[in-house]
């Protein structure tokens, strides 16, 4: 069974640019997380997907962040314009539904470099 | 608002040697109990978990108890391995909003020498 997928697996920009990460869940997984990992600390939940629609976004920087799930499946994860404190990893994680028994898969990670 | 807290790292122990990471939490509802792994270049793992109060996980020699008097589910295992080395996670979910959020602590540094 293949993992979740994410690309790209780097990324340097410039502050104030943009950046798009994509991440493609196990197959029949319908909720789809993105966390965000800065360095030394554990991951911190950004945006949740059920299928297509949104559970909870309440630590999402609506400002410059964005996420959509079109058609329930893969999700992007936007940032316009980038800040330094955005350098950090995003990871993406997938799971068959919401509850807390379904365990979650993790991708590998991009990693963001704002310089 | 619910959070976890574990132990300060990097844990550096010699082979067959044995591990204790501490992580206790805060939470006002009835959370489940985690502990994750990230090997060097790998993504997450799911190590073990713990769903109620005294129940205990249990993977790869690794063991966690679910101690709701001590708001604890510190990680054990007997005879680490160099292959161990990673940085271990504690989280939780809490069980009453049911979304699967998990909490992270901010992560222990092990490494284990031959």
Same mark, same amino acid.
């Given at each position: 069974? =293949?993992?979740?997928?994410?690309?790209?697996?780097?990324?340097?920009?410039?502050?104030?640019?943009?950046?798009?990460?994509?991440?493609?869940?196990?197959?029949? %997984? =319908?909720?789809?997380?993105?966390?965000?990992? /800065?360095?030394?600390?554990?991951?911190?939940?950004? $945006?949740?997907?059920?299928?297509?629609?949104?559970?909870?976004?309440?630590?999402?920087?609506? !400002?410059?962040?964005?996420?959509?799930?079109?058609?329930?499946?893969?999700?992007?994860?936007? /940032?316009?314009?980038?800040?330094?404190? !955005?350098?950090?990893?995003?990871?993406?994680?997938?799971?068959?539904?919401? =509850? $807390?028994?379904?365990?979650?898969?993790?991708?590998?990670?991009?990693?963001?470099?704002?310089? | 608002?619910?959070?976890?807290?574990?132990?300060?790292?990097?844990?550096?122990?010699?082979?067959?040697?044995?591990?204790? $990471?501490?992580?206790?939490?805060?939470?006002?509802?009835?959370?489940?109990?985690?502990?994750?792994?990230?090997?060097?270049?790998?993504?997450?793992?799911?190590?073990?978990? =713990?769903?109620?109060? !005294? !129940?205990?996980?249990?993977?790869?020699?690794?063991?966690?108890?679910?101690?709701?008097?001590?708001?604890?589910? %510190?990680?054990?295992?007997?005879?680490?391995?160099?292959?161990?080395?990673?940085?271990?996670?504690?989280?939780?979910?809490?069980?009453?909003?049911?979304?699967?959020?998990? /909490?992270?602590?901010?992560?222990?540094?092990?490494?284990?020498k031959p």
């Amino acid at each position: 069974e =293949a993992g979740v997928a994410q690309s790209p697996r780097y990324k340097i920009i410039e502050k104030r640019q943009s950046v798009a990460f994509w991440c493609n869940p196990i197959s029949g %997984h =319908a909720t789809l997380y993105w966390y965000q990992q /800065i360095l030394g600390q554990g991951p911190k939940l950004l $945006i949740q997907f059920q299928n297509n629609g949104v559970v909870d976004d309440s630590q999402l920087p609506k !400002d410059r962040f964005s996420a959509e799930r079109l058609k329930g499946v893969d999700s992007t994860l936007k /940032i316009q314009p980038a800040k330094l404190e !955005d350098s950090a990893v995003y990871l993406c994680a997938s799971s068959l539904g919401p =509850a $807390i028994y379904n365990e979650q898969f993790f991708g590998p990670g991009t990693r963001l470099t704002v310089l | 608002g619910d959070s976890v807290t574990q132990m300060e790292g990097p844990v550096t122990l010699s082979e067959e040697a044995f591990l204790t $990471i501490n992580c206790t939490y805060t939470a006002t509802g009835y959370p489940s109990l985690f502990w994750y792994v990230q090997y060097p270049g790998e993504g997450l793992q799911l190590l073990l978990k =713990a769903t109620k109060a !005294d !129940d205990k996980g249990s993977n790869k020699g690794f063991e966690a108890t679910y101690r709701k008097e001590t708001t604890s589910f %510190h990680l054990e295992k007997g005879s680490v391995q160099v292959s161990d080395s990673a940085v271990y996670f504690c989280a939780l979910s809490d069980g009453s909003s049911n979304t699967g959020k998990l /909490i992270f602590g901010q992560g222990t540094t092990l490494q284990v020498k031959p």
